[in-house]
């Protein structure tokens, strides 16, 4: 009302009212256009629970706008973080397998080196063994002994090593039990231990098998032992009691006793099974039993059975484990079972004239030798029973003792008149042999 120019002025006293009251209610006038700022603020003031409504998801949606993508291209990065972390670690995995194949590679090397270094120390060492074999034997036993693998080794040994050992060896070892007679003797499989009982009444002694030195002694309680075997290594041997009222399982490392195992009834003999790591007995009221003995924390019996042949008085494990040989009281028989099948009849050879003294299994387990006291050998063919040969002794010499060659073709039997037979099955020859003399003859076979 108060503009110079007329046209710009209110024309009717109504109009400025209606603007005052606009004015009031925080309405736009009209005696000028607002703009923009002033209407906002105007609604602002005059509704303020809807702009700040308006205002909230306003600022929301900016919010939302501008946090979404920012989110994305964090999940982006984050994601294409992870795919290098993934390449990285795929990479580093290449590079461990390529590392383990060159370490293998690299050991395997070196295994053929250490290995070509064996054999030209072992050619070389044979040379030196065979040539001072005969001036210096402790020496030369040294450099055989060297190469008698570990189990983890190869096994180098060829026939220069053998026919080296047979040549160094070939002498007695003598040493001395003191008073008391020896009961019984076991070599362990490799030759490493001379286990050793006496009439002391202290159980065993082990002993070093190349030179005969005492180890370590076995101390039993309940006296000396009748019969010693070993297990199939070096580690484990079963010992029984003169009186046959234990057996016990000791550890040849450190002497001590593992376990016992005990019975119903006296023990009267006993077998180690190499194969099937079990000990078999034999009890004096005629029952077969087996132990399984391959953990030696759980040993435990695991079959038993009533032999169906009467008074049976000794066992002879076959040395592949397959069959079971026992002999009874004064005897002219031999009984043989199938280790799988002892509950069934026997094989019976028959055709001794005396009781049998000695028996004695071929390595392979398919030949038997067995003596009597008529001074009769024979050999047997396992499992037909049949006999293969017949060997007379005319020196009457009454025979106690038969074992096998470790070459398998030649049969060495000792008597009481301290001659030493050897029969060599090959040309059919027999050697004589005592302190003084040898000789070689034909026997007749049949």
Known sequence: CLEKDPSRRYQTARGLAD????????????????????????LVRRRPIHAVLIGVSILLLLTHGIAAPLTALKQIDLRGQAERAQQEEARYRLIAALDK???????????????DYRMLAYSYSMRLAAAIGRTDRLSSQGILRAFKPTPSQQDLRGWEWYFNF??????????????????????????????VASDNKNGSVLRDGFH?????????????????VWGRDDKYLATLSTNGEVCYIWNAENGKQVTALSA?????????????NQII?????????????????????????????????????????????????NGSDVFIW???????PPIVLSGHDGFISALAWHRDGRWLATSDHVNGVRIWEVPSGARLAKLHDSNQDLISSLVWASNGMQLLFGGEKNLLYSFDLLNGQRSIHNYNFEETNSVSIS
Do not use: C
């Open 281 to 329: 007995a034999l009890t004096d009221d005629n029952v077969i039993r087996v132990w399984d003995v391959s953990n030696t924390a759980a040993i435990s019996e695991t079959y038993s059975t009533q032999a169906v042949v009467e008074k049976l008085t000794k066992i002879f494990l076959s040395p592949n484990g397959q069959y079971l040989a026992a002999l009874t009281m």
């Open 338 to 344: 199938s280790v799988n099948q002892m509950a069934q």
């Open 101 to 115: 194949q060159a370490a293998l590679e690299a050991k395997a090397n070196a295994e053929r080196i250490a290995t």
């Open 264 to 276: 119903e009834s006296t023990f009267l003999s006993l077998s180690w099974n190499h194969q099937n």
């Open 19 to 42: 603007d005052l009251e606009a004015w009031q209610d925080y309405r736009p006038i009209t005696a000028r256009a607002p703009g923009f700022v002033e209407r906002a603020v105007k």
């Open 212 to 228: 005969g030195a005492i180890i370590r002694a076995l101390n039993d309680p309940t006296g000396s032992h009748s019969q010693i």
């Open 166 to 195: 047979a040549d160094v060896y070939h002498e007695p070892i003598y040493f001395d039990v003191g008073k008391n007679a020896i009961k019984t003797l076991s070599f362990s499989p490799t030759g490493r231990f001379l286990a």
